[in-house]
């Protein structure tokens, strides 16, 4: 004869509290179920609440975390979106549409996951962020505010926040170790950035084929926004790719691909480099705008480390 312990729960004399909280310490193949008669519907598909079947914890970002057995969830559109294992859940009102959320990977607030994309390891999406299409974000990533992905887009790194109302679409790619991009900042066409140390902010804008490299930390500032998407002189517009580095200096590099042409393009056009005085390059950041021209750059211009 075999018996499972929750049978022996629903058969307990007074109610089998003490079994009911032992059900809770053993692990289950399960640690959600669907509420049938909890739906909403987004994009034509119907999501499901989920609700905790048994009570489940750790420690995720430095504090613990516990989600009680009964407990309501978010929304979504079938169980295999979310794992039932570790502490990967979905909060509030926010929406697993086509996806699949894993490891200590949460939703929260009203953000919304579609497109089939993956949320790996330690990700969180907070209030109002939408990321639709294959997206794969994996490491210690926080998406919050209004921030949109959309498209081809891989996120890696330890440490990386999106916020305000920054959107990336195309096929963009960051490996990043702390980094912030806020502000307005939109990243388009075939977008590959990898770096460390390092804040964008502002109305930055990389569009068409874009490597951009912060190897040794900085700050890049954008106030009115820039768009480099033309070929420079001599070089094809559809062959055209361009190449931001920190190391660099004083120039851009615009490069085709195919005829390995290259065109340095001075920052002094547009582009301005400042380091705070006696902090050496470690807070080398550029912007399209003079220092004085306004307050944001003030408030957030790197303050040089006391020596």
């Known amino acids: 004869m075999s018996f499972s312990l929750k049978s022996l729960v629903s058969k307990a004399p007074g109610e089998g509290q003490f079994l009911k909280k032992v059900a809770d310490m053993v692990p289950s193949g399960k640690k959600f179920e669907l509420v049938d008669d909890d739906t ?5 598909v119907t999501l499901y609440r989920v609700r905790a079947v048994r009570e489940f914890g750790g420690t995720r970002r430095g504090r613990r ?19 039932q294992e570790g502490l990967a859940w979905v909060y509030g009102d926010a929406k697993i549409v086509d996806g699949y959320v894993t490891g200590s990977s949460s939703l929260f607030g009203r953000s919304v996951l579609k497109g089939g994309g993956r949320l790996v390891h330690d990700v969180e999406l907070r209030d109002d962020v939408v990321v639709d299409g294959q997206v ?42 702390n980094g912030v991009f806020a502000g ?91 380091s705070t005085a006696g902090s050496g390059d470690d807070y080398v950041f550029w912007t399209d705008a003079e220092l004085a021209e306004t307050d944001y750059l003030k408030d957030t ?7």
């Open 136 to 177: 794969v974000l994996n490491g210690v990533i926080t998406l919050r505010d209004r921030v949109k992905m959309l498209g081809t887009i891989r996120v890696s790194g330890i440490d990386v926040t999106f916020r305000d109302d920054v959107v990336a679409s195309g096929s963009a790619d960051f490996t990043v170790n």
């Open 40 to 44: 909403v519907v987004v994009d034509g």
């Open 301 to 307: 211009t790197p303050k040089a480390e006391d020596k």
């Open 184 to 274: 307005k900042c939109e990243f388009g066409g075939y977008v590959h950035l990898v770096g460390q140390n390092f804040q964008m902010l502002g109305a930055v804008k990389f569009l068409h084929h874009a490597n951009i490299e912060f190897p040794d930390g900085g700050v890049f500032l954008g106030v009115t926004g820039k768009v480099w998407d033309e070929a420079p002189e001599g070089v094809e517009q559809d062959k055209y790719f361009f190449q931001f580095s920190s190391r660099a200096g004083t120039s851009l590099i615009a490069k085709d691909e195919e005829t390995r042409h290259c065109a340095k393009v001075p920052l002094v056009e547009g582009l301005h480099r400042y």
């Open 65 to 83: 975390v516990v989600v009680k057995r009964g407990e309501l969830g978010g929304y979504v559109a079938a169980e295999n979106c979310l794992s």
